[in-house]
């Protein structure tokens, strides 16, 4: 009986062991952080801590390039920094990279911080998404922006000082400035430069006291997905920019052209993804409401032409727009050459749909409105009674000339004019 309880807990002893080192990969994981910090940013990187943890990884490189991005992302992804057994090491690179704004406190969180030449860190005062607060709403804000940073900094035994003027002041420094200052552990030129430099420190992380092992160690770089990287991409204030105006030009199209069905599905895609994007971005609600307004512009126009002037004003509500729509101090912005080129491409359109008006104007004063009465059209949308048909190679506006129901692809006949709508009955065949 003796001898079968050894041999069982021997056979336990060999069996635990084995699975411990299968599950140690001696491997360390390098994941890019790359663009505005987003919701699919913070599930990339907690996605990347866990399966660092998963497979007992050496240690999580974050390879940060960032102009900043959504608080509540940030917050979810220092959150799972600070509670990760693995230790995890910001790098900003590479040269030329920015940690800005919310990138600052990912950086702070991290137990090794590593620039390579010519990056900066810093500028993280706090950027409402709703424009700008009152007084005493940003004091508060500040404020406790500036104990969230100085936490981290000290977490680590960074500079603290600094910290605070990164919020109150959004300073911003250099690889040197934050080697001196004591913001920055190491500078290195790459990431093996980075991994030679760190082996061999001491860590004293809330899982216990660890010494790295990064010299000459497998490196595996997270590829992000398919998905985050369309997810991602949204959140570039151009790119959402472009579009937001997508979505209304596939609604505009849809609104000129009922039936057809196509542009107003690709329109609201491209508005759902927008916003999406935008919801990562400090909007400002008057540019919204700006742009919104010059989308109601352009539909009036394309429903009741008034020969361009709702145009012109739909174009003037989006230049003003899209002036507004992004905080203008902040490092998340939309480029000049976007808006303009959007501006002028919506002028165009408009140019179009009002030579269009003009022309038929012209050609109906010479048919006179005789030429159309009696004419057989198609009614494109149901009217009930109101509504769009099709006759004599042009839309107008119709109306059920007793008020009866028309539905959409029947036939109609021209009984009367009255103005710009034309009077019609069902065609009875």
Not at 142 to 157: E, K, M, P, R
Not at 221 to 236: A, F, G, K, T, W
Not at 353 to 359: E, G, M, P, W
Not at 371 to 386: F, H, K, Q, S, Y
Request: net charge positive; aromatic share 8%.
């Amino acid at each position: 009986m003796h001898i079968k309880r050894e041999f069982w807990g021997l056979l336990f002893f060999f069996l635990t062991v084995g699975s411990f080192t299968s599950a140690e990969s001696n491997k360390i994981i390098v994941v890019p952080l790359k663009g505005a910090v987003s919701p699919a940013t913070a599930e990339t990187i907690l996605g990347s801590l866990a399966e660092a943890k998963r497979t007992g990884a050496t240690a999580l490189v974050i390879k940060i390039d960032t102009p900043g991005g959504l608080l509540t992302s940030t917050r979810e992804i220092v959150q799972g920094i600070l509670n990760s057994p693995v230790p995890v090491i910001a790098y900003v690179a590479p040269a030329g990279a920015q940690c800005a704004s919310a990138g600052t406190f990912i950086a702070l969180a991290c137990p090794v911080l590593a620039m390579a030449p010519g990056t900066n860190i810093g500028a993280a005062h706090p950027v409402s998404p709703m424009g700008k607060l009152d007084e005493t709403m940003e004091k508060k804000v500040v404020n406790d922006t500036v104990s969230y940073i100085t936490t981290l900094a000290v977490q680590w035994n960074r500079n603290k000082e600094w910290a605070e003027k990164a919020v109150r002041e959004s300073v911003s420094i250099n690889e040197h400035q934050a080697l001196r200052l004591k913001v920055a552990d190491l500078t290195a030129e790459n990431l093996n430069d980075l991994l030679t430099k760190i082996d061999g420190k001491i860590l004293r992380l809330p899982s216990g006291v660890i010494t790295l092992k990064t010299k000459g160690v497998p490196v595996e770089e997270i590829i992000p997905n398919l998905r985050h990287r369309i997810l991602q991409s949204v959140s570039d204030p151009n790119i959402a920019y472009l579009l937001l105006l997508f979505g209304i030009l596939g609604i505009w199209a849809e609104f000129s052209t009922p039936g057809i069905g196509f542009p107003g599905i690709v329109g609201f895609i491209c508005l759902l993804l927008a916003f999406y994007g935008l919801s990562a971005l400090p909007v400002n609600i008057a540019g919204v409401a700006l742009i919104f307004i010059a989308v109601g512009f352009f539909v009036l126009e394309a429903h009741t032409p008034m020969f361009g002037l709702l145009g012109l004003g739909g174009i003037v509500a989006l230049l003003f727009g899209s002036l507004f729509l992004i905080r203008p101090y902040s490092y998340l912005r939309v480029s000049r050459i976007s808006y303009v080129a959007a501006s002028l491409v919506f002028a165009l359109l408009i140019f179009a749909i009002a030579t269009f008006a003009f022309k038929s104007q012209r050609r109906k004063v010479t048919t006179g409105k005789e030429g159309l009465l009696g004419e057989i059209g198609e009614a494109r949308t149901d009217l009930a009674p109101e509504g769009t048909v099709y006759v004599h190679g042009e839309y107008w506006t119709a109306r059920s000339l007793d008020n009866s129901p028309i539905k959409q692809g029947e036939k109609v006949k021209v009984e009367k004019i009255s103005g710009r709508t034309l009077l019609v009955t069902r065609c009875r065949e």
